[in-house]
Structures are given as structure tokens and as C-alpha cells.
């Protein structure tokens, strides 16, 4: 797992894939999500989940969270190196935003300000690190 941020309110991380979400927090379960259909739907060929925004689970303890801080999470195997990689951060910061004013939709304007803050904030590190990863990644094929 590679942490792009960790403060007291949140963490941003990008995993190999969603099973890595599970085995960081140690869980089997969480936010109707579970280990085995993962493993499953990866094995199927697909990504399970491509981003999340959601509470931490408290460890070892799927149906309990911590809701004072919160992360937001990108699948690796999602990123494609092109413009929709733009639409998947923002989307899930735009999650963000929603946690951040309290899901109170009368506040559109600062939600989505918030979102693009924090796409606008952390971007340039995930785009490096996914090229990183990619570059790596074909060093290893020749």
C-alpha cells in the first residue's frame, strides 16, 4: 500500500489492488464489501472496486468504523494512463466532500470546491506514483 497522505482526519492510498484495501486495515468485511468476492471478482479479471471514500474500520472489526477520520482509496489496476483517470480521483474526492460538510447537499458549491481542492492538492502525487508503478512495471517485461 502506498500512503499519499496520513494526517489525524484522513489517508489517501493506492493499492496493488482492492484486496490490499482489506489487509491494511485487517479486515474481512467493510462498507458492505468483503475479502472473498474480491479475491473473486479479481480472479474474474475485474478490479472489484476502482476507488473508495468511506470511514476507517476499526481493526479486526468489519461492522464498527472510526468516524472521526476517514480514507480515500485508489485501485492501482484501475488506472488506465488516460483522461478517465482524471474523472476516478475527482470523483472519489468529491466523496470527500460530501464527508467533509456533513453530506448537507444545500452546501453543492463547497462540496465540489472541496473535491477539486483536494484533486488539485494531491493529483501530481498520485499521477507520479501510477506512472512510477507503470514504468516499473515495463522494466520488468523486457
Known sequence: MEIIHKSDEFEVLIGDDAATLFEYYNVSEMHGLNFRDCVKRMKEGGTYIDGLCNFVPIYNNPCHYDYSKWF??????????NHKDNGLVQHEFTHAGFKQYAWDVSREEEIIQYGEDMYNKFYPEIRRYVNYRYYQSQKMVE
Request: hydrophobic letters at 60%; glycine letters at 0%.
Open 72 to 81: 480515500v482509496f485508489f485501485n492501482l489496476q484501475a488506472f488506465q494512463r
